[in-house]
């Protein structure tokens, strides 16, 4: 007898509709940044089509301009330290909620992620009256201290997600063969999560170096770069300078947030 013919899987269907709302969706997104860059090549201060040719002259004023110099170096320092400090909160956070069971567990999760809950400009109202009735002066470290709050929730939702896919059978594995858990810990399941550990450093980083809302109300007198940018924009003449600014800043915000999302993949 012959054997019946197995059936074969039908092919998904496809619905013309959702592949024009993709199309539509993927022009909203990237047509402006398309158009950020052009511009930023734009000969002609008159921000129009058609263009007056391409020049680099605005990246080179934009690169001398040493206000703008730094402010980007605010950024910078901002949020190195935010971002290190919000890792390592992170990361004790994460191995405390994946290893341990403990009363009031969920209270602290919902606290370390309650930032990407709250809106920044109510954040940002909140730290200014907080810091004004402490009696303390708005400076980088007001900021790097509010982006150090905003930064946390992002990281952890990285490095917890990869601590717990990490066996808890190797910590038993590691105490049998007599390993405390600091040592466990450091030699272990450390290296294991470091990619993501990194991920959510670079993640934090960028977190960070983009923020406006909490720089704008919390900088001071020294201006991150975001502040810088917002407060040139009543100049018309800088505004060719600044959208290079702009797409500088974007490139780099990209090419961390694609290196982050390769070691969060690799780990």
């Known amino acids: 007898m012959s054997e019946p013919a ?9 619905i013309p509709v959702l592949g024009g709302y993709y199309a539509l969706l993927i022009a909203l997104l990237y047509l402006p940044i398309v158009i950020l860059v052009i511009f930023s090549l734009n000969a002609n201060q008159v921000l129009a089509f058609p263009l007056q040719g391409f020049t680099w002259q605005w990246y080179a004023q934009a690169l001398a301009n040493p206000t703008a110099l730094a402010a980007a170096r605010n950024s910078v ?20 909620v994946a290893r341990f069971s403990f009363r009031g567990k969920r209270l602290l999760l919902s606290l370390a992620v309650l930032p990407l809950i709250v809106p920044y400009i109510v954040l940002a109202v909140a730290l200014l009256l907080l810091f004004a009735a402490l009696d303390v002066n708005r400076s980088l470290w007001t900021v790097g201290f509010a982006h150090t709050v905003i930064a946390l929730p992002y990281a952890l939702l990285i490095i917890v997600a990869r601590i717990g896919g990490v066996s808890p059978f190797l910590d038993e594995a590691s105490a049998d ?23 959510a450093w670079l993640v934090a980083f960028t977190a960070s170096f983009d923020e406006f809302a909490l720089a704008l109300f919390l900088a001071g007198p020294d201006p991150t770069l975001p ?40 780990s």
């Not at 197995?6 to 496809?14: C, F, I, L, M, V």
């Not at 320092?77 to 405390?96: D, E, K, N, P, Y």
């Not at 040592?183 to 993501?196: E, F, K, N, Q």
């Open 6 to 14: 197995t059936a074969q899987p039908r092919a998904p269907k496809r």
């Open 77 to 96: 320092l901002v949020a190195l330290g935010s971002s290190v400090v919000a890792t390592a909160l992170a990361t004790m956070v994460a191995i405390l």
């Open 177 to 199: 063969l007599g390993a405390d858990y600091v040592t466990t810990l450091r030699r272990v399941i450390l290296p294991i999560v470091a990619p993501a550990i990194l991920a």
């Open 227 to 266: 502040v810088f940018i917002y407060g040139q924009l009543r100049f018309a003449s800088r505004l060719p300078m600044l959208i290079s600014l702009a797409t500088m800043v974007m490139a780099g915000t990209l090419t961390l947030a694609f290196v982050a999302d390769r070691l969060r993949r690799r």
